[in-house]
């Protein structure tokens, strides 16, 4: 059986929900929280123990040459069950680990790897890259059950920057490593570069998992996706390995690295890329803009997408979101905007995006004492809590589901009425309960924006996951109606699969199943993301 060796694990971490335990909302938060919503129950539901969970025993072993990288212990795999949307928080305390991996991996070279995968392919053992777990769309939960057995496979001992091209502004970084130590690695290093690429999940995601999923950083326009700032990619499949040239661009053919970016482990496994760096930003600035009408907010918004100033920061927030975020309380939408720069002083950038929030009837709010913005302020904090709080409403049987989007201009004024109109609706008839449906933008782009929706609603304890099931499916629904995609920044995983299925084309969809067939022969990586497993033998 496993080895019971040291493996790199965090133990401030949470297994069961989002990021560390002690930020988890106390009960009292919880009951606060669920005494907004008529129809909860009076206290929330415990946060279990590991040591109380039932798993299912294990039904594969790993190779003796193996083992001692390899671990079957209960923290291991409870904690690699599921990423971290509401329905895999709330099955994880409710004591569901039936989907348990029977081991985990914990390579610490290549060679490793590519071993692992050999006797994964020749045993049947299906392998799902973990990442930093925080998928939000069913992208590492095996749920096939067609292999002999499922081998959870984590690349955070790989996880150093091992070089950095100051003349060329990159490095060579492991795709193990968590956002904070690759930061923290860089500026230890000579140069004063960063990647720059701050995705909400930043303090639990890899930038593994950012090229995997192509995964959105808090950049709202310019360099949004993490797509941009990738130079060359080295990438493990079963049928060999492919390394891209490090190259600023080519027109050499389809994009070898566009083949394995948002690929999400189905075709083979990420293990370095050379990314481009930037200079660290020395001035800043930001502002904030209230708005009577949402409408003139989105107007202002494609206005200053559209002026060529690439604010860091454009975020949309309207009156529902503003309220919850603890923005305003007015039934007013607001506006938060950030400049930066590394070589010289921005104050004339963002007056120039002032003057646009303006013309389009935002009302800036003037600095309190301290110089700062409250609002931006206060926007930053709700940002980074919204995940516990998320939990803390799982803990009261509320239903909170959040999904992302992306359209072009013309059609999202429509877009945001249908989704607020008719999920509101849906969620609704689902829950018996009125349900509050709020929308920020997240990203901005010349021809249109990334609206990011959130629905709560009271549910019923044990009855959770069927009602969110349902309210996604609507939220789906919505948007294949709509031409808008199914997913901006979350990824397709295993949740968003008959929403891509819609809005990929078929010939497309021929050469991707291609693709599968080539790099990955035994069907073992990933099965059911992007594309469907394979059936069972016999």
Not at 5 to 33: K, V
Not at 248 to 267: H, I, K, N, V, W
Not at 302 to 314: D, F, K, T, V
Request: proline share 8%; with cysteine.
């Amino acid at each position: 059986m496993a080895a019971t060796a040291a493996f790199p694990t965090d133990p401030a971490r949470s297994w069961w929900g989002w990021g560390l335990t002690e930020q988890a909302l106390p009960d009292s938060e919880c009951t606060a929280l669920g005494a907004l919503l008529p129809g909860l129950p009076s206290r929330p539901m415990p946060v279990p123990e590991i040591g109380g969970v039932e798993l299912p025993e294990p039904r594969i072993s790993p190779p003796a040459s193996l083992a001692h990288r390899v671990s079957a212990t209960p923290p291991h795999r409870a904690s690699h069950t599921y990423g971290k949307a509401y329905r895999d928080v709330v099955r994880a305390l409710h004591g569901d680990l039936s989907a348990a991996p029977d081991l985990v991996a914990f390579p610490h070279t290549e060679t490793e790897l590519v071993d692992l995968l050999d006797w994964a392919g020749s045993h049947d053992v299906a392998v799902i890259p973990y990442g930093g777990g925080s998928s939000v769309v069913g992208g590492v939960e095996y749920r096939s059950g067609a292999h002999a057995g499922v081998l959870s496979l984590d690349l955070s001992a790989m996880d150093r920057v091992l070089e950095v091209d100051t003349t060329s502004r990159a490095a060579r970084i492991q795709a193990g490593v968590f956002g904070p130590a690759l930061e923290a690695q860089l500026r230890g290093m000579p140069g004063g570069l960063t990647l720059r690429h701050f995705p909400q999940s930043f303090e639990f995601s890899t930038l593994g998992g950012w090229l995997a999923t192509r995964a959105g950083g808090h950049y709202a326009t310019l360099y949004p996706h993490i797509d941009d700032l990738v130079e060359s990619m080295r990438v493990v499949t079963p049928a060999g390995t492919a390394e891209s040239w490090r190259l600023p661009g080519s027109g050499a053919g389809p994009s070898p690295d566009r083949l394995f970016l948002g690929s999400e482990g189905t075709l083979g496994v990420i293990t370095e890329a050379w990314m481009r760096l930037q200079d660290r930003p020395a001035h800043k600035a930001s502002a904030s803009f209230f708005f009577s009408d949402v409408a003139d907010a989105m107007e202002a918004v494609r206005a200053i997408s559209q002026s060529g100033l690439h604010p860091a920061n454009c975020r949309l927030l309207d009156a529902g979101e503003a309220a919850l975020s603890g923005v305003a309380h007015d039934g007013e939408s607001v506006l938060v905007l950030g400049v930066e720069s590394a070589h010289q002083p921005v104050g004339g950038r963002l007056a120039e995006l002032v003057t646009l929030a303006a013309d389009h009837g935002g009302r800036e709010r003037e600095p309190e004492g301290g110089g700062g913005d409250s609002a931006v302020s206060a926007w930053r904090s709700a940002f980074l809590r919204m995940p516990y709080m998320r939990d803390g409403l799982a803990r009261m049987s509320a239903i909170t589901e959040t999904f992302e989007t992306a359209c072009t201009w013309d059609r999202v004024a429509g877009l945001y009425q249908a989704v607020r109109a008719e999920v509101g609706a849906a969620a609704e008839k689902i829950t018996g309960h009125p349900a509050l449906v709020n929308c920020r933008f997240t990203h901005v782009y010349p021809d249109g924006p990334a609206p990011y929706f959130t629905v709560i609603a009271a549910g019923r304890h044990g009855q959770e996951v069927a009602m969110w099931d349902e309210i996604k499916t609507a939220a789906m629904e919505t948007l294949t109606r709509h031409g808008a995609t199914i997913t901006h920044h979350h990824a397709v995983g295993r949740d968003h699969r008959p929403g891509y299925d819609r809005q990929r084309p078929e010939p497309f969809a021929l050469a991707l199943r291609a693709a599968k067939d080539a790099l990955d022969p035994h069907g073992i990586l990933n099965p059911g993301v992007l594309i469907d497993p394979r059936p069972a033998a016999g």
